[in-house]
């Protein structure tokens, strides 16, 4: 049974922007944080962004500024949008789900972001 799924990587150059997208099943989006997590070939998967179920967000460090974490609870969907995009922010990047403050309970296959130089 399939609860995330992930859309919108691809291959952009530096300084571009993507839009990634998660659609969840219901039973695991309400009342539940959703999140945005990464890994790079040979680097342990790092947070990217979270957001609660009332809209409280957190963010690497390494993004902040550029990045930005959305949730639409009448669509079940949650976004990030990614602006000035650089190299190092190529990786798999997964879509998350569970409660604020501990380790999500759900995962999505994840989406293959490459920002070229």
């Known amino acids: 049974q399939v609860h995330l799924v992930e859309s919108g990587g691809g291959l952009v150059q530096a300084g571009g922007s993507l839009r990634l997208s998660c659609a969840a099943s219901?039973?695991?989006?309400?009342?539940?944080?959703m999140g945005w997590y990464r890994q790079a070939p040979g680097k342990q998967r790092e947070l990217v962004a979270r957001?609660?179920?009332?809209?409280?967000?957190i963010y690497a460090d390494s993004v902040k500024g550029r990045f930005t974490i959305s949730r639409d609870n009448t669509k079940n969907m949650v976004y990030l949008q990614m602006n000035n995009l650089k190299p190092e922010d190529t990786a798999n990047y997964s879509c998350?789900?569970?409660?604020?403050?501990?380790?999500?309970?759900?995962w999505g296959q994840g989406t293959q972001v490459t920002v070229s130089s």
């Open positions: 219901g039973s695991i989006f309400s009342g539940n944080s």
């Open positions: 998350s789900a569970g409660r604020w403050g501990l380790r999500p309970d759900y």
């Open positions: 957001i609660s179920s009332s809209g409280r967000t």
